[in-house]
Nanobody, 112 residues
């Protein structure tokens, strides 16, 4: 069973930064696609950043940077200039043909 685990969330002041990590129990190249999503209270889960198996990564937010960490079977999300509206639970997803694997999420709260 593939395991996906996010970490790095917490409370941060507006303008601050956080680094989120998503570690999977398999080599990341097993998955044709990995991504970060977030879900604000009462809202749908939405895409934040994507990491295809090959090719360039992509972040929806210019303030965020996503990267692969092959040695650690992980992807990371580096978030800067955080705003209160970035408050959400951040989820990691790993996709292989016919199946998606989700982590439990990590809470990010941006508040003074």
């Amino acid at each position: 069973q593939v395991q996906v685990m996010e970490s790095g969330g917490g409370l941060v002041q507006p303008g601050g930064s956080l680094n989120l990590s998503c570690v999977v129990s398999e080599i990341i190249f097993r998955f044709y696609y990995m991504a970060w999503y977030r879900q604000r209270p009462g809202k749908e889960r939405v895409l934040v950043a994507s990491v295809p198996r090959l090719g360039a990564t992509h972040s929806v937010e210019q303030r965020f940077t996503v990267s692969r960490d092959i040695d650690k079977n992980a992807i990371h999300l580096h978030m800067t200039d955080l705003k209160p509206e970035d408050t959400a639970v951040y989820f990691c997803k790993a996709e292989e043909i016919g199946r998606d694997y989700w982590g439990q999420g990590t809470q990010v709260t941006v508040s003074a």
